[in-house]
């Protein structure tokens, strides 16, 4: 089984199958977010592939990033100007991502993610039952 999962992992880095990553973040608080999508790389230095802030009430999209295929990705959303709060991290898949940020407990933050194809018109929220 070893042997057929190091087959699989060199076959995509040989053969140049590289995932991107992009994301679409609405920020539901009232308070500016800071967000990173940053790749967890296994057995060395994390990568941050690309990073910014969201006003509250707007959307702000963050990428399309290139990521090695065996690392996870995750996306990191916290309160700018917070120093007490703790980063809120999800694993993010290669592709197209909506995430919603959203108060949650104290002054830590919520998110939730959605997978559709890239810009579809509809409104964040509201399904078209395209995904």
């Known amino acids: ?26 920020n539901d608080t009232n308070v500016d977010v800071s967000v990173a999508i ?4 296994f057995l060395g230095e994390d990568s941050r592939l690309a990073s910014g802030s969201v006003r509250p009430g707007e959307t702000r999209s963050f990428g399309p990033v290139s990521a090695r295929p065996i690392d996870a990705v995750q996306l990191h959303a916290r309160p700018t100007r917070s120093s007490f709060a703790i980063d809120n991290t999800i694993r993010i898949e290669p592709g197209y991502t909506y995430a919603f940020i959203e108060e949650g407990y104290a002054e830590e933050l919520a998110i939730r993610t959605e997978r559709r194809r890239p810009r579809d018109g509809t409104p964040p929220g509201e399904d ?4």
């Not at 042997?3 to 995932?19: E, K, W």
């Not at 940053?38 to 790389?41: C, L």
């Not at 078209?128 to 995904?131: R, T």
């Open 1 to 26: 089984m070893k042997r057929v999962l190091a087959a699989a992992a060199t076959g995509l880095l040989l053969g140049g199958c590289v995932p991107t990553f992009e994301v679409e973040v609405f």
């Open 38 to 41: 940053e790749q967890r790389v």
């Open 128 to 131: 078209d039952g395209q995904n």
